[in-house]
């Protein structure tokens, strides 16, 4: 498939294969053209709004600190995702001789791209211009993903060696390569030192792999774990995620939509930032609807989107899948949706 044949947008589809040499010529394209909606969207921000990334400057003041304006203002807020791009690429030209900024600007470049737009190319693009953090390269390998190559995306993982991350995300990012072998093989690692994210990421990667025992195994594991006093605030929500996730894969044989009657039932979990609510209607023995009526998850749109329309086309939660790269999101979805549903056959 030569270059003309490629999506212009950069959103992917691990669906699709493409070589490392036609990733590299989309990643290029994208990089050096605008979206094709760049020319409708107006340049648009407070005037009050500090462009240099000084932290001090209006500390908690979205409309003064950047990036509380990015996080509080644009992300939680569709018609601002654009918007906020744009900003950011005007701060490439303010910030241009100030190499923290311009670092700072292309990683949250990538962020927005990636986490918002789904816009795979351009997101690879600029966190490449970012530098090599590790808490990049999952992501980096995501969009590889995502764009076709998983030997890309491997190859950026194994860079890594280990899982350094605090939630565990190498060791996901090489279950969604559907590698669990090879993210298993971190998580026992990383177990010597992180034993609680280490044993939710396997669960996880188990989940997502279909391996619903060993996935309750893992999760039983991260509820024996001592609680961390160094970290206890941490090692509380990642005992009440495993518990989330326990509860929710042990019901997923029992949900039956033959037994439910109509009526529209709600659900909660625990998101990746906070409580997350679903509402999920029932009509004719059949799902005709999954809605997300509460969270806290700014960063991850495409959960939200994905993993309702997923669950509705798969007509239960049972082997539906994750949205890569944004796992504890998504599985915050299926597991408030299996809990409105256990509660409708009660």
């Given amino acids: 498939m030569g270059l003309a044949a490629l999506p212009g947008g950069g959103r992917g589809d691990s669906a699709i294969k493409r070589t490392k040499s036609q990733v590299e010529a989309l990643i290029r394209k994208a990089g050096a053209t605008p979206p094709t909606w760049w020319d409708s969207v107006k340049l648009d921000y407070p005037a009050t709004l500090d462009l240099t990334w000084d932290q001090k400057n209006g500390l908690h003041d979205e409309t003064r600190n950047t990036s509380l304006y990015l996080w ?23 910030n241009q001789r100030d190499p923290g900024a311009l670092r700072k600007t292309m990683a949250a470049l990538g962020s927005m791209y990636h986490d918002l ?4 190319a351009r997101a690879a693009f600029w966190w490449r211009k970012a530098g090599s953090a590790t808490e990049i390269q999952p992501k980096l390998a995501h969009c590889y993903w995502k764009l076709g190559s998983k030997a890309m995306a491997a190859a950026t993982l194994s860079l890594l060696g ?3 991350t605090q939630d565990g995300s190498v060791i996901k990012a090489w279950a969604d390569l559907g590698e669990l072998g090879k993210a298993l093989k971190l998580a026992r690692e990383k177990a010597r030192r992180a034993p609680e994210v280490a044993y939710l990421a396997a669960g996880d990667a188990c989940r997502k ?17 001592p609680e961390s006093s160094a970290r206890q605030k941490q090692s509380k929500l990642n005992k009440q995620r495993a518990q989330a996730n326990l509860t929710a ?12 009657p109509d009526g529209t039932y709600a659900g909660s979990s625990l998101g990746y930032a906070g409580a997350l609510e679903v509402s999920v209607t029932v009509r004719g023995h059949r799902l005709t609807s999954v809605k997300v009526t509460k ?11 994905d993993t309702p329309r997923r669950i509705v086309a798969r007509q239960g939660v049972k082997g539906v899948d994750a949205v890569s790269g944004a796992t504890m999101t998504s599985e915050a979805i299926l597991n408030a949706t299996a809990k409105a549903l256990a509660t409708a056959m009660e």
């Fill in 162 to 164: 280990s899982d350094d």
């Fill in 295 to 305: 969270h806290e998850d700014k960063q991850f749109f495409c959960a939200l989107n």
């Fill in 209 to 225: 792999a279909g391996k619903y025992d060993d996935a309750v195994a893992y999760y039983e594991k991260v509820l024996r774990v």
């Fill in 117 to 120: 737009l789904q816009d795979y």
């Fill in 249 to 260: 894969v042990r019901v997923f044989d029992a949900l039956n939509l033959n037994r439910l």
């Fill in 72 to 94: 509080w203002v644009c992300y939680p807020n569709p018609g601002r995702w654009k918007p906020g791009v744009k900003l950011l690429h005007h701060l490439l030209q303010v």
